[in-house]
C-alpha cells in the first residue's frame, strides 16, 4: 500500500481537506499547489510526515520533479469548474494538467493513480436534454455538456490506455458538488423552496470530509485498471422525499428502482461496493429544516 502521497491542487477547497484526511490516516503527505504555502494547510517545517511545495503542473518538468519520491498521488489541481475561465483555456489547461500528472506517474513508476474526475462528465447541468435514468450510475456516460466536463472525459478516456500501457491503477473520482458544512445553511434553504434550483446535479452534494474518504479508500483499494466512481453523500439536498423530486422535476425520466427516502439519486453502490467508501456525514447534522 502507497504510503508517501503527493496531493496535487492542495491548497482548493476539497485538497485542503484531503491533506488533513490522509495525514490523520497515517500518511505521509506532499502537497503543492501553484500559490504560496496556505495558511489552511499545516505550518511549514512543523511535522515531519508533510511537506509543501510549489508547482505548475501545466510543465511536464514540474510534474515529474514533483513526483519523484512519492508513492502515489492524488490529483486533484486543476481549474474547478465550467465559466470560470474561457471555454478554451478551461479545457487546454485541465488537459494538459491531467496527461502531465499521468505521464509523470508513469515516468517515477507510481504505485496509483487517484484523481478528480466530475459529476459534469455524466451529463449535468440537463438543460438541452434531460436525464436518461434516475439513479444516476457510472454508466450514465459521457455526456460532457462544457469543455470543463469534456476536459474530465479525456482525462478517462487517457487514464483508461494509460493503466492498460503501464499496469497502474488509474482511479477517477467523479466528484459531486464538494461543499463544506457552512456552506449547507446558505445554500439548501432556498432549494427546498425551489427544488429547479438544484435539479442540475439532481439534489446531489459531496461533504468535502467524505470525499476525501473516497480519496484514501480508492489508495488503499485492491483494483486494478482504469476505474471511475461516483462520489457523492448518501442523501439529497432536500427534504422532499426523493422519489417525489423526480415526479415534480423530471416526470419523464424513468426511476429502475425504488429509492429510499432522501436517497441520493446519484447512486454511489460501485464505491461501496468496490472501495469499501461510505458516507460519514450529512447536512442533516448541521441543519434543521424549518429551524
Same mark, same amino acid.
Given at each position: 500500500m502507497p504510503k508517501k502521497i503527493c496531493v496535487t491542487g492542495a491548497a482548493g477547497k476539497a %485538497?485542503?481537506?484531503?491533506? @488533513?484526511?490522509?495525514? &490523520?490516516q497515517g500518511y505521509q503527505v506532499l502537497a503543492t499547489d501553484i500559490? =504560496?504555502?496556505?495558511?489552511?494547510? =499545516?505550518?511549514?517545517?512543523?511535522?515531519? &510526515?508533510? %511537506?509543501?511545495t510549489r508547482a505548475d503542473l501545466t510543465d511536464y518538468g514540474d510534474a515529474v520533479e514533483l513526483l519523484s519520491g512519492v508513492d502515489a498521488v492524488v490529483h486533484l489541481a486543476n481549474i474547478p469548474a465550467p465559466r470560470l475561465f474561457t471555454p478554451a483555456r478551461t479545457f487546454n489547461v485541465n488537459t494538459t494538467m491531467n496527461s502531465n500528472v499521468f505521464l509523470a506517474a508513469i515516468q517515477n513508476n507510481l504505485q496509483k493513480v487517484v484523481w478528480a474526475?466530475?459529476?459534469?462528465?455524466? %451529463?449535468? &447541468?440537463?438543460?438541452?436534454?434531460p436525464p436518461w435514468y434516475a439513479p444516476m450510475d457510472e454508466d450514465h456516460y459521457p455526456r460532457p455538456t462544457t469543455t470543463y466536463s469534456l476536459s474530465k472525459v479525456v482525462g478517462e478516456t487517457e487514464a483508461t490506455h494509460l493503466a492498460q500501457w503501464s499496469g497502474i491503477p488509474f482511479i477517477a473520482l467523479r466528484l459531486s458538488n464538494v461543499l463544506y458544512p457552512e456552506d449547507y445553511v446558505e445554500q439548501? =434553504?432556498?432549494a427546498w423552496a425551489? =427544488?429547479?434550483?438544484?435539479?442540475?446535479?439532481?439534489?446531489?452534494?459531496i461533504d468535502a470530509r467524505d470525499a476525501a474518504q473516497g480519496m484514501w479508500r480508492a489508495l488503499e483499494a485492491d483494483v486494478t485498471g482504469a476505474r471511475s466512481y461516483i462520489i457523492a453523500n448518501a442523501d439529497t439536498v432536500m427534504?422532499?422525499?426523493?422519489?417525489?423530486?423526480?415526479?415534480?422535476?423530471?416526470? %419523464?425520466?424513468?426511476?429502475?428502482?425504488?429509492v429510499g427516502e432522501f436517497e441520493t439519486l446519484m447512486t454511489?453502490?460501485? @464505491?461501496?461496493r468496490e472501495l469499501g467508501y461510505e458516507p460519514r456525514h450529512s447536512w442533516r447534522d448541521h441543519v434543521q429544516p424549518g429551524a
Open positions: %485538497g485542503r481537506v484531503a491533506v @488533513a484526511e490522509l495525514l &490523520d500559490v =504560496p504555502h496556505p495558511p489552511v494547510l =499545516p505550518a511549514p517545517n512543523s511535522r515531519p &510526515d508533510f %511537506g509543501y474526475s466530475s459529476e459534469t462528465t455524466l %451529463g449535468l &447541468d440537463f438543460e438541452k436534454e439548501f =434553504p432556498k425551489d =427544488p429547479h434550483l438544484r435539479k442540475w446535479n439532481l439534489w446531489s452534494y427534504t422532499t422525499p426523493s422519489a417525489d423530486l423526480m415526479a415534480q422535476v423530471w416526470p %419523464g425520466v424513468k426511476l429502475t428502482r425504488e454511489i453502490d460501485k @464505491a461501496r
